[in-house]
C-alpha cells in the first residue's frame, strides 16, 4: 500500500484546512486509518483515526469538535477537515494505514505511512 499525502500549507488562526491522502495498492488489506502529527522536538501523536470500511472515529481531546476524518470509497482517499486552527496546531501531518489494529491511536500499529505535509498556523 502506497500513500500519498497532500493539502497542508500556511493558514492564519481561525482559519480551515483539509488534508487529503490517496491511497494505492493493495488498499484491500487496509483495516484501520488515521491521522497523525509531529511538531518539532515533540513525538508522533494521534489526531484521528477510524476503520476503513467506515463507522468507529476517534478523535484527540485537543482536536475533538474541530476536526473531522473522513473516506471517499471511489477514490481510495482519506481526508483531514481541520476547523478553527491554532498555532498549536502546527506540526508535519502523516496519513497512516493498519492491516491490523489493536489500538488505533498509537503510531506502532500502523503498518503503511504517507510523506509528511507541513501545515502552519499564525496566530
Known amino acids: 500500500v502506497q500513500l500519498q499525502a497532500s493539502g497542508g500549507g500556511l493558514v492564519q488562526a481561525g482559519e480551515s484546512l483539509k488534508l487529503s491522502c490517496g491511497a494505492s495498492g493493495r488498499t484491500g488489506s487496509i483495516y484501520a486509518m488515521g491521522w497523525f502529527r509531529q511538531a518539532p522536538g515533540k513525538e508522533r501523536d494521534v489526531v484521528a483515526a477510524g476503520l476503513w470500511s467506515g463507522g468507529y472515529r476517534y478523535y484527540a481531546d485537543s482536536v475533538k469538535g474541530r476536526f473531522t476524518i473522513s473516506k471517499d470509497n471511489a477514490k481510495n482517499t482519506m481526508y483531514l477537515q481541520m476547523n478553527s486552527l491554532t498555532p498549536e496546531d502546527t506540526a508535519v501531518y502523516y496519513c497512516?494505514?493498519?492491516?491490523?489494529?489493536?489500538?488505533?491511536?498509537?503510531?506502532?500499529?500502523?503498518?503503511?505511512w504517507g510523506q509528511g505535509t507541513q501545515v502552519t498556523v499564525s496566530s
Open positions: 497512516a494505514a493498519a492491516r491490523f489494529v489493536e489500538n488505533m491511536a498509537v503510531a506502532k500499529t500502523y503498518d503503511y
